[in-house]
T-cell receptor
Framework: KAGVTQTPRYLIKTRGQQVTLSCSPI?????VSWYQQTPGQGLQFLFE???????NKGNFPGRFSGRQFSNSRSEMNVSTLELGDSALYLC??????????????????FGPGTRLTVL | GNSVTQMEGPVTLSEEAFLTINCTYT??????LFWYVQYPGEGLQLLLKATKADDKGSNKGFEATYRKETTSFHLEKGSVQVSDSAVYFC???????????FGSGTKLNVKP
């Protein structure tokens, strides 16, 4: 079974530009979560999508947005890039993601990440 | 609120040494607890997990026990190898399950 894939793997942008990152979950997984990883802040939760709906959201400004398509693929968009947005962006997929009470449905599988550098 | 605190790194050990990486958490309700490992240039991989108090997760020689009374989930390995060099993250998921909270990560360097 193919793992979680993220494209592109590396991206260089300048301040003020916008960027779109893509994540393809493991086949059959309906939940996709996004995280920002930086040396200073560690791993921070951005948002989670399940069945095309944003279900959880972290504490990030509105410049960070996302969406999920009917095939569970997800994109995240960052507008008006700032230098501090330079980070590794990770996405993770899981099976059901519902309050099923079973952790096996909710184990998260991570992609390799997209390394974004803002100049 | 929910949070995870893990020991600062880097941790440098010689091969075959005993490893402990401390992790404590704050959570409402009954969270599930996880250890993830990140090798250079890669995403995170689940190492082990425990879903209720007193559960012991284990994988590849690593172990961690869910201690509700001390709100801890310390990672241990009896004999580390050079290939264990990576960054280790402790995490919890709340009842909603798909919102994860990660510790800051602990870098482990194992020298031959």
């Amino acid at each position: 079974k193919a793992g979680v894939t993220q494209t592109p793997r590396y991206l260089i942008k300048t301040r003020g530009q916008q960027v779109t990152l893509s994540c393809s979950p493991i086949s059959g997984h309906r939940s996709v979560s996004w995280y920002q990883q930086t040396p200073g802040q560690g791993l921070q939760f951005l948002f989670e999508y399940f069945s095309e709906t944003q279900r959880n959201k972290g504490n990030f400004p509105g410049r960070f947005s996302g969406r999920q398509f009917s095939n569970s693929r997800s994109e995240m968009n960052v507008s008006t890039l700032e230098l501090g947005d330079s980070a590794l962006y990770l996405c993770a997929s899981s099976l059901a993601g519902s309050n099923s009470g079973s952790s096996s449905y909710n184990e998260q599988f991570f992609g390799p990440g997209t390394r974004l550098t803002v100049l | 609120g929910n949070s995870v605190t893990q020991m600062e790194g880097p941790v440098t050990l010689s091969e075959e040494a005993f490893l402990t990486i401390n992790c404590t958490y704050t959570a409402t309700g009954y969270p599930s607890l996880f250890w993830y490992v990140q090798y250079p240039g890669e995403g995170l991989q689940l190492l082990l997990k425990a879903t209720k108090a007193d559960d012991k997760g284990s994988n590849k020689g690593f172990e961690a026990t869910y201690r509700k009374e001390t709100t801890s989930f310390h990672l241990e390995k009896g004999s580390v190898q050079v290939s264990d060099s990576a960054v280790y993250f402790c995490a919890l998921s709340d009842y909603n399950f798909n919102k994860f909270y990660f510790g800051s990560g602990t870098k482990l360097n194992v020298k031959p």
